[in-house]
């Protein structure tokens, strides 16, 4: 592998997202799990791409769910759940692989005013190149938003690594020509990119 640049996802990778998220949601509707993911994955472009603002998607999301009645419930339970909560050690890996000479990406499917609370932590600062959905127009997996990441990465898809937490985020990898990586936990990363000659050993050294 001739490996040049490695992209990350942002919540659930970079952001340390609650586990459990859409469970509890699903437990105050009362429906299944599988259920609330398929109607919301169907649905997610709207905030994602069309800027639809979160409190309207998810309002969409109830009423295809003929859940209406659980709004005040569900978005109070948004608020107090969807924080931001960088992981300072994604964070430190993200420098580490900088002076190790590859390139950094942070490509996320956020809305815009989720994306405007990431930037007020200036996050941005520790990547080369950052690509935000509602920002282009297109969302993972769509050949679009990583053609355009790679591009701006400047390199060639067989050269980018990236690591997201989500299985359908990474689903189209092989046809657009990237290596993915499932994102379990850091430890398991880290493990990863030393079998990947990425780190030379688990203690992040160069």
Do not use: C
């Not at 993911?37 to 409190?55: A, T």
């Not at 941005?124 to 990465?153: C, M, R, T, W």
């Not at 985020?169 to 990863?192: A, C, M, N, T, W």
């Amino acid at each position: 592998m001739n490996i040049r640049a490695i992209g990350f996802d942002y919540g659930g990778v970079i952001d340390d997202q609650p586990p459990g998220f859409m469970a509890g949601i699903a437990e105050i509707l009362g429906v299944p799990l599988d259920e609330l993911k398929k109607v919301y994955f169907h649905h997610n472009s709207l905030v994602n791409v069309d800027g639809v603002p979160y409190d309207k998607f998810w309002g969409i999301i109830l009423e295809k769910l003929k859940k209406e009645k659980k709004s005040a419930e569900v978005l109070k339970y948004i608020a107090s759940e969807q924080k931001t909560n960088i992981d300072p050690k994604m964070v430190e890996l993200v420098d580490r692989l900088r002076t190790l000479g590859y390139k950094t990406g942070l490509l996320s499917n956020n809305s815009p005013e989720n994306w405007s609370k990431i930037r007020q932590d200036v996050l941005g600062q520790h990547f080369d190149v950052v690509v935000i959905s509602a920002e282009v127009g297109y969302q993972k997996p769509s050949s679009e938003i990583f053609n355009l990441f790679i591009k701006k990465l400047g390199v060639s898809p067989s050269e980018l690594i990236f690591i997201d937490d989500s299985e359908q985020s990474l689903r189209l990898s092989q046809e657009i020509g990237f290596y993915p990586v499932l994102f379990k936990d850091y430890e398991d990363l880290i493990g990863r990119f030393v079998s990947l000659a990425i780190l030379v050993d688990r203690g992040v050294q160069p």
